[in-house]
């Protein structure tokens, strides 16, 4: 797995990349710093980066020259993707080894094509057959597995999906990223979080991502499909931004390949058909979740059973039955025809010890004299 990283998005060293060791370091001008800056403005020894409980933290306790870390002064914050951390004239964004963090590069990523969704549809024509073949039969059988994901969750399609970047366009990494909503200040875009990553074995960039903030801002501003000429771990490489509708959550199919190789228009309608199957089956898992949810909450309240009611007396009514249920005692309900009596017998019996066997209501009223005792509590032949 790649180390984290600390990236300079505004500064004197924009665009440089420093590795972290998992045990930390220091963030200063000096040689022994694991993040050496030129800016003069920066301590020899600013802050550091150190183990905290399992987790990486920013340690910035007493010294004169302040730390910022998404825009407020710390002396020690436990470090999440994409945090900004500010020293001197410097900005850093902070990148784990296994997340997703938008960074502002030190040149524009150049786009190689944009592709709005009328589009795409057009591009059916494009040269390929083969490959064109290959899409098909992929996008095919993700549809099969989404008939079935899509009841496991949100988190289980997304999964399908990233994994379907690999086995539909080739792809080395594919990513679903949600970006939540802009801060109320509006100079600062919301955290990128991945939902769901897949890579091939033997990536050297692992599940690590440095997402470029303008290809964000265009890609979910614009509602188009782009190939991006991007750089990482390992060199160059050809990545596909597409718009990613969950909802009313704003979110990115990314995937990328090793290489300069471009991507094809090909490649670009058939992220864009997996972009519309995926979003249509995440909506689809959101709404079975808000109601399965929504049916636990009703269960938990009303007892799993068929008395509805919020009023006072149904209240009461209530009460009683979670409090005679679990005794031995007999219970006598009455009350005119139509009622509820049999109703509440029922709710007993659901929360009594006895809920695995048999409920059995009898109409003693339809009972001859001479059957109801035999009915109700049996007889021996002869």
Same mark, same amino acid.
């Given at each position: 797995?790649?180390?984290?990283?600390?990236?300079?998005?505004?500064?004197?060293?924009?665009?440089?990349?420093?590795?972290?060791?998992?045990?930390?370091?220091?963030?200063?001008?000096?040689?022994?710093?694991?993040?050496?800056?030129?800016?003069?403005?920066?301590?020899?020894?600013?802050?550091?980066?150190?183990?905290?409980?399992?987790?990486?933290?920013?340690?910035?306790?007493?010294?004169?020259?302040?730390?910022?870390?998404?825009?407020?002064?710390?002396?020690?914050?436990?470090?999440?993707?994409?945090?900004?951390?500010?020293?001197?004239?410097?900005?850093?964004?902070?990148?784990?080894?296994?997340?997703?963090?938008?960074?502002?590069?030190?040149?524009?990523?150049?786009?190689?094509?944009?592709?709005?969704?009328?589009?795409?549809?057009?591009?059916?024509?494009?040269?390929?057959?083969?490959?064109?073949?290959?899409?098909?039969?992929?996008?095919?059988?993700?549809?099969?597995?989404?008939?079935?994901?899509?009841?496991?969750?949100?988190?289980?399609?997304?999964?399908?999906?990233?994994?379907?970047?690999?086995?539909?366009?080739?792809?080395?990494?594919?990513?679903?990223?949600?970006?939540?909503?802009?801060?109320?200040?509006?100079?600062?875009?919301?955290?990128?979080?991945?939902?769901?990553?897949?890579?091939?074995?033997?990536?050297?960039?692992?599940?690590?991502?440095?997402?470029?903030?303008?290809?964000?801002?265009?890609?979910?501003?614009?509602?188009?499909?782009?190939?991006?000429?991007?750089?990482?771990?390992?060199? &160059?490489? $050809? =990545? +596909? %931004?597409?718009?990613? @509708?969950? !909802?009313?959550? *704003?979110?990115?199919?990314? /995937?990328?390949?090793?290489?300069?190789?471009?991507?094809?228009?090909?490649?670009?309608?058939?992220?864009?058909?997996?972009?519309?199957? &995926?979003? $249509? =089956? +995440? %909506?689809?898992?959101? @709404?079975? !979740?808000?109601? *399965?949810?929504?049916?636990? /909450?009703?269960?938990?309240?009303?007892?799993?059973?068929?008395?509805?009611?919020?009023?006072?007396?149904?209240?009461?009514?209530?009460?009683?039955?979670?409090?005679? %249920?679990?005794?031995? @005692?007999?219970?006598?309900?009455?009350?005119?025809?139509?009622?509820?009596?049999?109703?509440?017998?029922?709710?007993?019996?659901?929360?009594?010890?006895?809920?695995?066997?048999?409920?059995?209501?009898?109409?003693?009223?339809?009972?001859?004299?001479?059957?109801?005792?035999?009915?109700?509590?049996?007889?021996?032949?002869?």
């Amino acid at each position: 797995m790649p180390p984290a990283r600390l990236i300079v998005i505004d500064g004197p060293d924009l665009g440089r990349e420093f590795d972290i060791p998992a045990r930390g370091g220091g963030i200063g001008r000096g040689d022994d710093n694991a993040a050496q800056l030129s800016d003069p403005a920066v301590s020899r020894s600013h802050c550091s980066l150190e183990q905290r409980d399992g987790a990486l933290c920013l340690v910035d306790e007493g010294s004169r020259n302040k730390t910022l870390v998404n825009g407020q002064l710390v002396a020690v914050h436990r470090l999440e993707a994409g945090d900004e951390i500010v020293v001197g004239h410097t900005r850093l964004t902070f990148l784990p080894a296994d997340g997703v963090a938008m960074t502002r590069p030190a040149a524009p990523a150049r786009v190689t094509m944009e592709v709005g969704t009328r589009e795409l549809m057009s591009l059916a024509g494009a040269p390929g057959e083969a490959r064109a073949r290959r899409h098909l039969a992929s996008l095919a059988a993700l549809g099969e597995r989404l008939r079935s994901e899509i009841a496991r969750g949100r988190d289980a399609v997304a999964r399908a999906t990233a994994e379907a970047c690999l086995a539909v366009l080739g792809a080395d990494r594919g990513f679903v990223i949600v970006r939540e909503a802009a801060r109320e200040t509006g100079r600062e875009t919301g955290r990128a979080t991945p939902i769901a990553t897949a890579v091939v074995p033997g990536d050297p960039a692992g599940s690590s991502l440095a997402l470029p903030r303008d290809i964000v801002d265009k890609v979910l501003g614009h509602g188009k499909a782009m190939a991006v000429e991007a750089s990482g771990s390992g060199g &160059a490489r $050809a =990545a +596909l %931004a597409v718009p990613l @509708a969950i !909802g009313d959550d *704003v979110a990115i199919l990314w /995937a990328e390949r090793r290489g300069a190789t471009p991507w094809e228009s090909l490649d670009m309608m058939a992220a864009g058909c997996l972009a519309q199957i &995926a979003g $249509a =089956a +995440l %909506a689809a898992a959101d @709404a079975q !979740g808000v109601l *399965v949810r929504g049916q636990a /909450a009703l269960e938990e309240r009303l007892g799993d059973g068929e008395l509805i009611g919020r009023s006072p007396a149904a209240l009461q009514l209530l009460d009683l039955v979670s409090r005679v %249920a679990p005794t031995d @005692a007999t219970v006598l309900l009455g009350g005119e025809s139509g009622s509820g009596k049999e109703m509440v017998s029922r709710a007993i019996h659901r929360a009594s010890r006895r809920a695995q066997g048999p409920c059995v209501a009898v109409n003693c009223a339809a009972l001859t004299e001479t059957l109801i005792e035999s009915e109700l509590f049996g007889h021996e032949k002869g």
